[in-house]
């Protein structure tokens, strides 16, 4: 029996074992997950290398019956640890635990929704691991003043330190996609207190880029601005050109001005 991939999820599996293991070795299990979670095994590449016993659980998640069903054969000592589940629709408290870890080489169609989710998450996420198209990758690991610099940049970026760890060529993968991937590696930054509520955040971060091309003054006009923030020089910036505290900041602004809900 073999996994066909499957172009309407998105599939590219991984075939390069040397790669494979360089992924699973960024892993650390900091924080001390009580679960890790694989997203999207395929034929069980990563998967292979993640079944020794550890002191947190393990689960591999997929949509794909016919990957599980393979799983299961192949691992017949570690069936348990396959799950058909969609990780978008999962919620790990619900399953007891509080404190979990992802990892896995994510379809390309679905990655940035994935890390929404971790957002969305009321478990603490401690650390992910995971592999996904290059320009994706980049765009969450950089910084302002980039182009690639946007919502899922600032949100991840107040919340985890990451790491772009190295890119990953497309012959790699059956079948070859037409882009290059990147590997990056979060860490979620322990013990920090935002000054605003991270769903106001997310909203003032939404309303920022999705108006990317004008100054803040223009692109919030449609949440308030502030009086205290009428003259700021971050009024006249673009989005692009705040860094993440500032974007912490001026939430918290909002919020005392009673723009957003505290």
Not at 65 to 94: N, T, V, W
Not at 110 to 125: A, D, P, T, Y
Not at 154 to 170: C, D, H, N, P, R
Not at 209 to 238: C, V, Y
């Amino acid at each position: 029996m073999s996994v066909r991939p499957k172009k309407n999820l998105g599939q590219h599996f991984l075939k390069d074992q040397g790669i494979a293991r360089d992924i699973v070795d960024l892993f650390t299990g900091f924080g001390q997950p009580e679960i890790l979670i694989e997203i999207g095994p395929g034929t069980g590449v990563l998967t292979q290398h993640l079944l020794e016993p550890k002191p947190w659980k393990f689960r591999a998640s997929d949509v794909d019956g016919e990957s599980i069903e393979y799983l299961k054969r192949h691992f017949p000592l570690h069936q348990e640890k396959f799950i058909l589940e969609d990780f978008l629709r999962m919620d790990p408290k619900a399953m007891g635990f509080s404190r979990l870890a992802v990892i896995g080489n994510f379809p390309y169609n679905i990655s940035s929704q994935i890390f929404f989710h971790i957002l969305e998450m009321e478990s603490e996420v401690t650390e992910v691991v995971c592999m996904l198209q290059k320009e994706v990758a980049q765009r969450i690991a950089s910084g302002p003043g980039s182009k690639e610099y946007g919502i899922l940049s600032v949100l991840l970026q107040s919340l985890y330190t990451i790491k772009y760890a190295f890119t990953v060529g497309a012959h790699v993968f059956d079948p070859p996609p037409k882009v290059q991937s990147g590997v990056i590696r979060l860490e979620l930054i322990e013990g920090k207190v935002l000054p605003c509520r991270f769903s106001n955040l997310q909203k003032l971060v939404k309303q920022a880029f999705n108006m990317r091309r004008k100054t803040l003054r223009n692109a919030l006009k449609p949440m308030g601005i502030p009086e205290s923030l009428a003259q700021h020089p971050w009024m006249d910036k673009r989005a692009e050109q705040l860094s993440v505290s500032e974007f912490e900041e001026m939430t918290a602004i909002y919020e005392a001005e009673g723009k957003l809900r505290k």
